[in-house]
């Protein structure tokens, strides 16, 4: 087990200006923000990023989401950092997330949930790499 996660703040929480309150609830909750940074992703590498899931019938819809505006990246560090940060964020649906989760305050459907967080240590690891070089992981 390692301590560290991985997030994106989607496009359809830059387009609200969540970003920030988003940062915050983080903060609040008690991760470290080991890397950060806003880019803006491109149909080639929102399709890598989100490539295991190519065969699923949202996969080109995801493509065209996660590329339609800025996100912002980042490593994220605490006891326990996968399964706490997905209970910060709260179900992939919005409308099944709990009370006073990112998902349940910032997120309007399935398909533009706010926040992305990583299922496991290794995907923590494999999608931190994806946007951080070493140098940039302190
Ligand atoms: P995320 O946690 O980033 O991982 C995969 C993403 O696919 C997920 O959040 C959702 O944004 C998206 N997704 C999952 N299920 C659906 C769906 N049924 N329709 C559209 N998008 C989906």
Known sequence: MTNRTF???KPDATE???TGAILKMINDAGFRIAAIKM????????GAF???HK???FYNELVDFMSRSPITAAILEKENAVE???KLIGATNPANAEAGTIRKL?????GEN???GSDSDENAKIEGDFFFSMLEQF
């Open 7 to 9: 997030t994106m703040i």
């Open 16 to 18: 609200k200006g969540s």
């Open 39 to 46: 880019t803006h992703l491109s149909k080639e590498k929102a």
């Open 50 to 52: 989100y490539e295991v």
């Open 55 to 57: 065969e699923r019938p």
């Open 84 to 86: 706490d940060f997905r």
């Open 106 to 110: 910032y997120a309007a459907s399935v």
């Open 114 to 116: 706010a926040v992305h």
